[in-house]
């Protein structure tokens, strides 16, 4: 009999299931029978008998054992793939800190007896003067001792071995000797003070040590230890940092001056001043306290506003080894607890909720051990065991935390599976709780009106987990912080004063929106960031679908070691509500009307009557003129004006220096009035077709070609102009006929046959509608007052073997590809008519996408690739159709940054880019085209983008830049979208030179070989009203000089153009100057023969200083001048 090994696993890889248990089993092939059910390979394999073939042993034919049936189960239910299964493994690899860090290792058992071997020193009270380089609040100054730290110890992720390898930061806890202070010095910021001090005056004395080690140890005179200390720190930096950038909570931080060891890689240690547990009176520091008391304030504490912010920043001090302890058990129970924080951390970067290192990024407070505690917590409370707690588990029962609990009404306590409901104090005094088992310290006291966007990310990131087979991408994929990828409308303050994210005494807010308001003692950033949220929220209504605040770190101060810190708050908005210029109200009557008339103001609030008779409260704004194509700041969008109005009425000085971003086109109307009149025009005229009466075959369908009719056109081709002087646009539509087999067989009988039906349609259209035509042996022009609509005719007969070779989803490798003659009429007859009909389909329903559109063909343009509009198009609906790993655009400029991110982020060498217009795409069809794909990447002249559709599946129909500027335009991509990131959160940008968005078009020339300017189109003619003419006769010359240089220069080099008809660029195909065979003479190229050594024949390259010069002669009078990249000099022609 024949025997195989059987594995039991998981889409046919037994590698993905760990750990791996058990031994390698026998069964009979005919019992090796598999199901697959939901793309999960299930098993199904029967016990042998123990009375098996001779020679084996009863043990080879054992059940599964129940570890692999559980591994089994888990993959499939649990991780939902094999493939989602392998990529979180292979991410926990990544993200796991390095074994190795012998030299980091060593310098902290050093490092306790330098800190044990700090002189004491008597500090004086005036602080400020002592360290200039540190901030203190100086309410009440006191002078204190400085003493060596009662107590070292390493605390924090380095030690449980939670950090992540691209961090390596190890967080050193120095204990203050209690002598340093006074029973009182909880109060008034006093404890803070001394804090920082003493951070001083550790930082002094290792910077000594440090300087000393630099000059060799030190003088003569000093003692051993200080010899000793001098030599541990040899080649240590030291600086000092600030704890979650609050610089009123400095530490020292401590990193090698040169490159790590191989294998150890950097790290930094950070020396944490902390106090003893028995320092602070726990009973005096509950959230219901108040502990920040204004000289010449009542004595009775009780009268005064708690400070649950001010009281949680103590505690944090006082309880780091306690808060470690509990991390280690919690370790040491769920042995899976620290992948899962592994995994927390990376789902909380790629968010941007966690402070970066690099500047310009935006953060929120959230940190690295409020996600641990929160993780341990959620496996405490779990019914799962332990020992059977994947990380994966424990990862998701965080997030179901995070956004279970409704942290408005709710608090928790660690340990506790259950919340409680809040009091109305408690919920005015923070805005999330989650306290330690005494419920006294607030472990998320710095999130406040951030709870509510982490508590929704982690609501999505666990609805794509159970919905999507492969969510990798869209959860833990590090594109997600990118603002520009998200936000239609950013609205960013200017920096902060210093200590803005230090808790802070402020006065009483007016209760205008509920949601805005913050506790007293809540840091500023704070404060601002859900006032702006609450207020502008409730001021754009059904507009605004999601607000978004952040914080923005900006660039380090050398001298301080501080660093900006300012508000920015991000909008998704609605498309169809934007260009609503009257928001209704309550009824005058109403208790709602007061704060109504309070969010708008009296300068803005009116009461108008309506039809219906009732009295309402409302806002009006100024309506936008139609048809233009930017936003300007003398005709603001309504959304502007909404923010502008709300940002001066109810933020005072911050209004005039806060930064409103939409864009660079701003907010416009996506979907134009004259489209739509076109659309109104050619159904009328689908009707006059469809009703012709000599037609010997009936219509089947009339189709729209133009871009126009997707509202997607930047500017529709001008029609010729006729006698009446009346300035048209032309739209091409293709008419269909019912199959019939009255078509001739012959393509070019065909056309004839074509070409007497236009006639026949003319005659009727003239003589019984009026309508204005002109024949042409191919098509037939129709004018209407506005507009002209070109027919032509498509029938299957003509191209079907065409069609049949193009269209067909199974590959033909070795099929001969059609004419370019045949594919440019299956594009324009066939092809283009029913691209355009899904594009306007999907514009209809996501209004966005035709702006999308729009912003990225001008992109395109101003990088000289006019004439790719199709391709363009593709990119937009690929990122509005298909958007994993996000949500679905909803502006242009965010669809413009998606198409950025695309181009730079696909794998176009191994992967094609499938549109699916309207989701018809089968599985089957798209395997097809994936290997229509891979055998196209095997031939010599492989296009680098690779973009098919249903309607185009081998990808030869759609006209792609070349593979020359590919990569190029992929960086640029890049580039763009660091501009548009650099622009949002104002990074570079000074009062005096604010950042626009000209680096987003910029263009970079260095990749062409000859470049020549034009004269700008209708310089002239465009201050004569009424003559159009000349700027018609331009923008057709430009066209045929494009024309001409493609059709006589296309086998030397490729020509680009941009969309103002400004410049045009010439790059030299690098193998049109190998060297060739004198046969090449023959060509319409003229080249240059070089003569060999005697008995070899010539060769011949391309003579580029004749080509350059025919280039400036077809262009004269056309071009102001040519230059050739990398000369010196620029040959120049004038411009008349």
Known sequence: QLFVRVSFVCEGT??????????????????????????????????????GPAG?????????????????ARTQNLYKSNLFRLQLEEVLKELAPKQKHARLDTFLRNLKGVLEGLAPRSVPAKFAAEFPKLRFHEEQPAPFEFQPPKRIDVVGSFLLGTCMRSETIADVAIEMPSEAFKSKDYLNFRYFDKRAAYVGEVHRQLQALCSASRNGGGSSSSTSSSSSSCTHLAGIEVDIGHLQADVFRPCVVLRPTGKGELGEGQWVVRLLPSCAPDLLPVAKLGPDRNLVRAVGTAKDPTSLPPTPHYNSCLLEDARMRLHLEHMHRALQTFPALKDAIHLLKRWATARGFLLQTSPGTVCTPLSGFCLSILAAHAGQTSNIAPSQTSSFQLFKLTLTVLASTDWAKQKLTFGKATGKLLTAEEAKACGAHFYDTDGLFNFLWRLGPFISEISWEAQRCLRILDTEADPYEAVFGQQAAAPSLQWDLTVRTAPLRPGALCPAMSKPQQAIVPSAIAPADAPEASQLAGSLVGVLREGLGDRCTRAVPRLVVGERDASTGASDVSVVVGFQLDAINLERFLDRGPSAESEAAKSFRALWGREKSELRRFKDGSVLECAVWAKPPAGRESESKKQ??????????????????????????????????????????????????????????????????????????????????VAPPTADGVSRTLHDIVVEFESSGRWPDDPMAARKVAGAMLLQMKEELQGDLGLDAD??????????????????????????????????????????????????????????????????????????????????????????????????????????????????????????????????????????????????????????????????????EASSFWVSSRFDPHAMLLQCPPATVSVWLRRRAHQALAAFNRRLLGIGSTPSAPIGWDALFALDTSVFDVLVRLQPPNAEDARKKGDRLKAVASRQAVASLVSKLRSHLSPVCLIFHDTDDRMIAIKWRPTAFFPQHQNVLMGAVPHTMIRQAEGQVPICVPNVLYLTSAIASLAEGLMLDLTIVGARGALASGSK
């Open 775 to 940: 024949l042409t042996e191919t098509f037939l022009d129709v004018r209407f007052p506005e507009f002209v609509f070109r027919v032509q005719i498509f029938h299957e007969k003509e191209l079907f073997e065409v069609a049949r070779r193009v269209t067909n989803f199974q590959a033909q490798a070795h099929a001969t590809p059609p004419s370019d003659e045949s594919l440019e009429r299956l594009r324009s007859l066939w092809w283009r008519p029913r691209i355009r009909s899904t594009c306007h389909a999907q514009v209809l329903q996501k209004p966005a996408l035709a702006g999308a559109m729009r912003l990225c063909q001008r992109w395109l343009g101003s990088q000289l690739l006019a004439g790719y509009e199709e391709f363009a198009e593709h990119l937009v609906a690929s990122v509005f159709l298909q958007p994993s790993p996000f949500e679905t655009p909803t502006s242009p400029q965010v669809g413009l940054c998606r198409v950025c991110w695309l181009l730079d982020t696909h794998d176009w060498e191994r992967e094609p880019l499938i549109v699916d217009f309207d989701g018809k795409l089968t599985s089957e069809d798209r395997l097809s085209m994936r290997s229509s794909f891979e055998h196209s990447r095997n031939e010599a």
């Open 636 to 717: 603001p969008a309504v959304v502007t004006q909404i923010v502008q109005h709300l940002l001066r009425k109810h933020f005072g000085d911050r209004a005039a220096t806060c930064d409103i971003v939409s864009g660079p086109s701003g907010f416009v109307t996506n979907l134009g009035d004259r489209d739509r009149r076109l659309w109104v025009a050619f159904e009328a005229f689908r009707a006059h077709l469809c009703q012709l009466s000599s037609l010997p075959l009936t219509i089947k369908d009339v189709h729209a070609v133009d871009r126009a009719f997707s509202y997607t056109a930047l500017s529709p081709p």
């Open 56 to 72: 084996a042993t009863s043990g080879e034919f054992k059940a599964p054992e129940a570890a692999e049936v559980l591994e089994i």
């Open 14 to 51: 037994r590698s993905a299931m760990a750990p791996h248990v058990g031994k390698k089993r026998k069964a009979e092939g005919s019992q090796n029978a598999s199901t697959n059910t939901g793309g999960v390979t299930e098993p199904s394999v029967k016990v042998a008998k123990e009375s």
